[in-house]
């Protein structure tokens, strides 16, 4: 008899937990590395050394797994890059731990640029939630930022939050994915780092 996954209350078990994390993890994997269309079934249980009906006690299918690992990996992001800048003083010096935290975990995670593209044409609300709730607690920091005085102000800070996680985007795109560079060479941070404290107001010369 396969071991229970769930408890009496209907939350997985632990067993059933670290179960369900390996299927995310060879999503994550499989997906990357083949496109969601590519990937098989088989291949996300060979990867997660699971028997392939395992698969089915936790997913309906391909693209529920696809949304938990958007979801999950997009929570996890926005985790790391809270603890990152979590006790740095100053707006500038927080876009700048900011930056290092995202290319860093990007590194670790690059195949989900193909995913998050991909979940666009699979998972219209999920793609858009992976952009969506990364903007919106950007927003807000920046709106706390702009009523302390420690960057200018602006008439729309959430376009602002969107053109910053742009320069993340397709910065970590050029370095990890096309070149596959296993991090953003310090020059490209360097210069991010002059257009955001150029861009953000913060007294230096902005000729």
Do not use: C
């Amino acid at each position: 008899m396969a071991p229970a996954v769930r408890a009496e209350t209907g939350a997985l078990t632990a067993r059933g937990e670290r179960t369900r994390n390996r299927l995310v993890a060879a999503g994550e994997e499989v997906f990357g590395l083949r496109g969601y269309h590519d990937a098989s079934i088989a291949e996300i249980t060979q990867t997660a050394h699971v028997a392939q009906g395992t698969f089915y006690l936790y997913f309906d299918g391909k693209r529920e797994l696809m949304r938990a690992v958007v979801e999950e990996r997009g929570h996890e992001l926005r985790e790391t890059l809270a603890r990152a800048t979590a006790g740095v003083t100053g707006r500038v010096a927080k876009e700048q731990a900011g930056f290092a935290a995202f290319f860093t975990w990007m590194a670790r995670h690059r195949g989900l640029y193909l995913i998050v593209r991909q979940a666009e044409y699979v998972d219209g609300l999920v793609y858009r939630g992976w952009y969506r709730q990364l903007a919106d607690g950007y927003a807000k920091a920046l709106r706390v930022a702009i009523d302390d005085g420690e960057i200018a102000g602006v008439d729309d800070v959430e376009t602002l939050a969107y053109a910053l996680m742009g320069i993340g985007d397709f910065v970590g795109l050029r370095w990890l994915v096309i070149e596959r560079r296993k991090a953003v060479p310090a020059h490209a941070l360097a210069t991010i780092a002059q257009v955001v404290e150029r861009a953000l107001g913060t007294g230096v010369d902005r000729r």
